[in-house]
Antibody, heavy 120, light 106 residues
Framework: QLQLQESGSGLVKPSQTLSLTCAVS??????????WSWIRQPPGKGLEWIGYIYHSGSTYYNPSLKSRVTISVDRSKNQFSLKLSSVTAADTAVYYC????????????WGQGTMVTVSS | DIQMTQSPSSLSASVGDRVTITCRAS??????LNWYQQKPGKAPKLLIYAASSLQSGVPSRFSGSGSGTDFTLTISSLQPEDFATYYC????????FGQGTKLEIK
C-alpha cells in the first residue's frame, strides 16, 4: 500500500528557505497518471494547495506562491521535495504531501504532515 | 483563480441527524469537485471525488451531488465519528479548497 512521509526542518528563520521532502513507499513515484502535491495548513486555519509535480516532471504552482516555490523529484530515491524561499511567520504551518489520483485528480493518499515554524 | 465558498462555516447537529453542507464555485467546474474530512491533528481524508463518487472504504451514509457551480455533501445519519471539519476542493483548474465546515455535536 502506497505511503507518504514528510521530513525536513521544523524550524526555519525568517527570510531563509524552507526545505521538505516527501518519501514515497509501497509504489513508484514514476507511475503514470499521478501528480504529487504539497499542501499546507496554518494553525487553526484551512488548507492551501502549494503546487504539484506531475509524473512527467512538469510542475504547477499556486499563483499566490509561485515566485517562491520550487517542487522537484528525485526518481532514484522515490521522493519529491518542496523549497519555499524568503519565508515569513505567515508560512508557519503543517505541511502535507499528497498524491493526486487519476479520477478528478483528487488527493487520495496523504502524508501525516510535518509542522514547520518560521521564527528567529 | 477559482474561488470555493462553503456554507455553513460551522454546524451543530446530533447523532442520527441528516446533514447537508454546500459548496459553491466562482465559475463552472463541471464535476471536478472533491470532499475531504479532517479530524484534529490528522491529515485530511478523501470522502467523495468527482462530485458524487464514494471513495473506497468510506461509509455509504456519505454522498455527494451537484455539477457546474453548486455542490452538496450529505451525511444521511450522523455517527459519533463524523464530527470533524469538512472541506470541498475543486480540481478543474489547479486546486482550490473551500474554507471548511466544522461539524460539532449539539
Amino acid at each position: 500500500q502506497l505511503q507518504l512521509q514528510e521530513s525536513g526542518s521544523g524550524l526555519v528563520k525568517p527570510s531563509q528557505t524552507l526545505s521538505l521532502t516527501c518519501a514515497v513507499s509501497g509504489g513508484s513515484i514514476s507511475s503514470g497518471g499521478y501528480s504529487w502535491s504539497w499542501i499546507r495548513q496554518p494553525p487553526g486555519k484551512g488548507l492551501e494547495w502549494i503546487g504539484y509535480i506531475y509524473h512527467s516532471g512538469s510542475t504547477y504552482y499556486n499563483p499566490s506562491l509561485k515566485s517562491r516555490v520550487t517542487i522537484s523529484v528525485d526518481r532514484s530515491k522515490n521522493q519529491f521535495s518542496l523549497k519555499l524561499s524568503s519565508v515569513t511567520a505567515a508560512d508557519t504551518a503543517v505541511y502535507y504531501c499528497a498524491r493526486g489520483g487519476m479520477v478528478a485528480a483528487a488527493f487520495d493518499i496523504w502524508g501525516q504532515g510535518t509542522m514547520v515554524t518560521v521564527s528567529s | 483563480d477559482i474561488q470555493m465558498t462553503q456554507s455553513p462555516s460551522s454546524l451543530s447537529a446530533s447523532v442520527g441527524d441528516r446533514v447537508t453542507i454546500t459548496c459553491r464555485a466562482s465559475q463552472s467546474i463541471s464535476s471536478y469537485l472533491n470532499w475531504y474530512q479532517q479530524k484534529p491533528g490528522k491529515a485530511p481524508k478523501l470522502l467523495i471525488y468527482a462530485a458524487s463518487s464514494l471513495q473506497s472504504g468510506v461509509p455509504s451514509r456519505f454522498s455527494g451531488s451537484g455539477s457546474g457551480t453548486d455542490f452538496t455533501l450529505t451525511i444521511s445519519s450522523l455517527q459519533p465519528e463524523d464530527f470533524a471539519t469538512y472541506y470541498c476542493q475543486q480540481s478543474y483548474s489547479l486546486y482550490t479548497f473551500g474554507q471548511g465546515t466544522k461539524l460539532e455535536i449539539k
